[in-house]
């Protein structure tokens, strides 16, 4: 299974700086063969960004979708506005969500049916706090939002499916887990997926690791036969450093 590394950029880049990077990308992704690059810059990119990379191997990606096609949903964006975008990912139940927002599990599971419904790829992440870790419910939290997200989810849509555990604590600290836990964690996602799913389709989910990944770390997570990539918030900011992350990684399987 090929590694997917994917640029969460959050809340940054302007038309202009979202221009300037995807051209400066464009000119490594020969250096990055091998490897499924996708950016999720916010909406407001996402035209310039598909008018740059359409055509390239570099993939688009949102950073979250409503759970309805249409309707009267003040600020919120649907599926099919993504798709004629040209995106094909979307990451569904970020922490900053969950924890920010305060997204819920049910809406959480809406949405990996919305994105799934209208041809989307969910990125769907999962992963406990510091009290959670510290509590040693790891594992019992990060059940708890695999089953209810996929709940009702056909087991043949699973290899659209890409799981990204994320570390609540790890995510803008530059504290990265530990690959030896990131391991355990992402092995027991697998667990998960295999008694809900059957071996055959949960060996199919691409399962990253993200929380404080950098070219320096990347190829201890990605070494790893449970992980096949990353979800990159900091460090896919710059072009220059979001390509070196991407080769070290190609470097390391
Ligand atoms: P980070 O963010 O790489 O800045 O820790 C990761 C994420 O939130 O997806």
Known sequence: ?????????????????????????LQDVEKFAGVEVLICPPYTSLPAATNI???SSLKLGA??????????????????????????????GHSERRHVIGEDDSRIRAKVK???????????????????????????VIRQQLLSALEGMAAGDMDELV????????????????????????SFIREVLAKYAGEEM???????????VKEKNIDSFVELSSIQGALVGG??????????????????V
């Open 1 to 25: 299974m090929g590694l997917i590394i994917a640029a969460n950029w959050k809340m940054h880049k302007t038309t202009a700086d979202t221009e300037e990077f995807c051209r400066a990308i």
């Open 53 to 55: 990379l359409g055509g």
């Open 63 to 92: 950073q979250d979708l409503h759970w309805e096609q249409e309707g009267a949903f003040t600020g919120e964006i649907a599926g099919p506005m993504l798709t004629d975008l040209g995106v094909e990912y979307v990451i569904i």
């Open 114 to 140: 919305a994105a799934l419904e209208c041809g989307l790829k969910p990125i769907l992440c999962v992963g406990e706090t510091e009290a959670q870790r510290e509590a040693g419910s790891t594992n019992s």
């Open 163 to 186: 799981i990204a555990y994320e570390p609540v604590w790890a995510i803008g600290t530059g504290k990265a887990a530990q690959p030896g836990d990131a391991d355990a964690a992402c």
């Open 202 to 212: 949960a060996d199919k989910v691409r399962i990253q690791y993200g929380g404080s």
């Open 235 to 252: 460090a896919s900011l710059e072009a220059e450093s979001f390509s070196a992350l991407i080769q070290a990684a190609r470097k390391a």
